[in-house]
């Protein structure tokens, strides 16, 4: 990824407790405070249980 305005991505994000195939290296929160632009969150979503309450727990966490 490279160019002007393409941003700056932060890979393999989720929370710590979060156990699947790939290593987390970092929360939401942490991405954005070490320079991530923005965030994809996949499976800690998607694979949860209840979803909705998943997708609103990276919210809390990234509004502080």
Same mark, same amino acid.
């Given at each position: 990824?490279? $160019?002007?305005?393409?941003?700056?991505?932060? !890979?393999?994000? $989720? =929370? =710590?407790?979060?156990?699947?195939? &790939?290593?987390?290296?970092?929360?939401?929160?942490?991405?954005?405070? #070490? $320079? /991530?632009?923005?965030? %994809? %969150?996949?499976? =800690?979503?998607?694979? /949860? =249980?209840?979803?909705? #309450?998943? #997708? &609103?727990? %990276? *919210? !809390? !966490? *990234?509004? $502080?």
């Amino acid at each position: 990824m490279g $160019g002007s305005g393409t941003g700056s991505p932060h !890979e393999k994000t $989720g =929370p =710590p407790s979060q156990k699947d195939d &790939q290593m987390r290296t970092a929360t939401a929160a942490a991405a954005i405070a #070490a $320079g /991530a632009d923005y965030i %994809v %969150v996949g499976r =800690p979503i998607t694979a /949860a =249980p209840n979803p909705r #309450a998943a #997708a &609103q727990a %990276v *919210l !809390e !966490e *990234l509004s $502080g």
